[in-house]
């Protein structure tokens, strides 16, 4: 059974750092995009972060560039998002993804997590 789930959500005040996991089991991800979504109250899931498991390659929305690194770990099957310089419209519940396509759209995506709540208020 595929699994995606993730860790290290919380409540931070502006200008703190986070670190998301992503721990993945039950398949194979290397030929795999994986991303990071997030969705906040009242709107639709928003594209975040990608990097393909093998080779390299990695996107950003805007948004998040310069503040957001994502990364992954071949050993331990794991994916982070490294959040800096936090800011409260960053809030949102943030998923883990796993596609077959490099893309920013959730329907290209077939296996999530269950999410991590992140808010960032002062």
């Known amino acids: 059974q595929v699994q995606l789930v993730e860790s290290g959500g919380g409540l931070v005040q502006p200008g703190a750092s986070l670190r998301l996991s992503c721990a993945t089991s039950g398949r194979t991800f290397t030929t795999y995009v994986m991303g990071w979504f997030r969705q906040a109250p009242g709107k639709e899931r928003e594209f975040v972060a990608a990097?393909?498991?093998?080779?390299?390659?990695?996107r950003y929305v805007d948004s998040v560039k310069d503040r957001f690194t994502i990364s992954r770990d071949f050993a331990k099957n794991m994916v982070y998002l490294q959040m800096n310089s936090l800011k409260p419209e960053d809030t949102a519940v943030y998923y883990c993804?796993?596609?077959?396509?490099?893309?920013?759209?959730?329907?290209?995506?077939?296996?999530w997590g269950q999410g991590t709540q992140v808010s960032v208020s002062s």
């Open positions: 993804a796993a596609g077959l396509v490099w893309s920013t759209r959730p329907q290209n995506y077939d296996y």
């Open positions: 990097i393909k498991w093998c080779g390299s390659g990695t």
